[in-house]
């Protein structure tokens, strides 16, 4: 089965705009899919199609004609007449999977950007925002909160490495997967806060690879950086990192005030 890696900037000559609002639908069956009442294969397609009325359906109806069933969509971006969208589609066989991205191709004005597996039974992005969240709340020290970053965000924003550095020592404090040197990391965090600061207040993105993301966790001198291959880290993604990377900062000055009280002398007498 070929796998699908196309790059939508090689696509369309606009981007959609990144400000725009995010809607996102999900579970359009009655009920909720378990692994154990269905083990058809299930993938999240990412595509690209007209911002106008019919034109998911369209989409759907030819995944139906291949008999898929699309079980979920999350809309990533919005902007310049096109829509961003991924789509949770169960196949009856993987080996559908390339008639089914010609017959997604054949809609006017629509391209399939990704075809990837689903990793887990149930695929909810907000569910997993919240619980990633929720665990990075209930880390007990500072180590653990940052590991727990890399292990949970990770597998939410579908990230196939993930990491957190400290930029002005040149030290790797957590990682998953399989991340760049600690010297493509640091040299990465210095070039992109160079560019944020230059393109502060001018409404201009800043320019970096299209597959990796990054935030900064400013209270604790630290940066997080997180990458994937051939696939676009979209509006929403980033601003999902940006927010998780606010949690883990609040946790991680909180988790190192705790420490230094606990370590005060006071409390030993």
């Known amino acids: 089965m070929a796998n699908v890696r196309c790059c939508s900037r090689n696509r369309f000559t606009g981007e959609t705009g990144r400000s725009h609002g995010v809607r996102t639908v999900w579970c359009m069956e009655s009920e909720p899919f378990h692994e154990d009442e269905d083990t058809s294969p299930t993938f999240v397609m990412r595509v690209w199609m007209p911002d106008r ?18 079980t979920g969509i999350d809309i990533l971006e919005t902007g310049a007449g096109m829509a961003i969208d991924e789509l949770v589609v169960r196949i009856p066989d993987t080996g559908l999977i390339d008639l089914l991205v010609r017959e997604v191709n054949e809609v006017d004005g629509v391209k399939v950007e990704d075809v990837r597996p689903l990793t887990d039974a149930v695929h909810d992005p907000r569910l997993d925002a919240l619980e990633t969240a929720a665990v990075l709340v209930g880390a007990s020290t500072p180590g653990d909160l940052l590991d727990a970053l890399c292990l949970h965000a990770s597998r939410t924003l579908g990230a196939s490495w993930m990491a957190v550095v400290d930029a002005e020592a040149g030290d790797l404090r957590a990682a998953a997967g399989a991340p760049p040197s600690i010297e493509w990391l640091t040299a990465f965090v210095a070039g992109s806060r160079l560019a944020a600061g230059a393109s502060a207040g001018s409404g201009a993105d800043v320019a970096g690879p299209d597959d990796v993301a990054w935030a900064p966790l400013a209270g604790a001198g630290l940066a997080v ?14 601003r999902q990192v940006a927010a ?15 420490q230094c009280r606990l370590a005060h002398p006071s409390n030993t007498a």
Do not use: K, S, W
């Open 225 to 238: 950086v997180l990458g994937r291959e051939h696939t676009v880290f979209r509006a929403r993604e980033r």
């Open 53 to 70: 009325p019919g034109a998911l359906a369209a989409v759907a109806g030819r995944i139906g004609a291949v008999r898929g069933d699309v």
């Open 244 to 258: 998780l990377a606010r949690i883990v900062d609040t946790r991680y000055r909180e988790l190192v005030q705790q």
